[in-house]
């Protein structure tokens, strides 16, 4: 019997076979619902690959500023001061329109030296944030300390 089909038959001689409309219904809103929940996720996943490719970003501009710290420690023979017109001009002219491109609202001079402690920088480079959602803060940032050699002691 290749043709067996399974067939009820009820009181008052009605015949039910297959599903009922409101049963298709029903799992096309759960499969709608699924669908709306990957939606979800996928743009999670791009707004967290976004933010992971800024701080990429964020972290080659550290090192940036890193090289240009040691750039002037090769120049000078001595700790750089990053609070000088040539070293502001520079972050202002040079570094935060290069990496101002890539990273929107980057601080100009995100280096300061630290308190007491010779050729030691804190570097804390800073963004805005356009993808963040509403309940994270839209302003982003990354904090390094770079201890360079202090050649002015007589090492």
């Known amino acids: 019997m290749s043709g067996f089909q399974h067939v009820v038959v009820r009181k008052g001689g009605r015949r ?7 049963e298709a219904l029903v799992a ?5 619902i699924g ?3 990957v939606a ?3 743009l999670k996943a791009l707004q967290s690959t976004h933010m992971g490719y800024q701080r990429t970003i964020a972290t080659l501009a550290a090192q940036d500023l890193q090289e240009r710290l040691w750039q002037g420690l090769a120049d000078d023979s001595a700790c750089p001061d990053p609070s000088t017109a040539d070293w502001e001009d520079q972050m202002k002219n040079e570094w ?3 990496w101002g491109q890539w990273l929107p609202g980057i601080g100009e001079n995100p280096v300061s030296p630290r308190e007491n402690d010779d050729c030691v920088y804190d570097i804390s480079v800073s963004w805005d944030e356009g993808r963040a959602t509403p309940d994270e803060s ?4 990354f904090s390094y300390t770079v201890r360079l050699p202090n ?3 007589g090492a």
């Open 151 to 153: 050649l002015g002691e």
């Open 96 to 98: 935060a329109p290069e």
């Open 138 to 141: 839209s302003r982003q940032s």
């Open 40 to 42: 979800g996720m996928q």
């Open 35 to 37: 669908l709306l929940g």
């Open 16 to 22: 039910d076979r297959g599903f009922s409309l409101i």
């Open 28 to 32: 096309l809103l759960i499969l709608a």
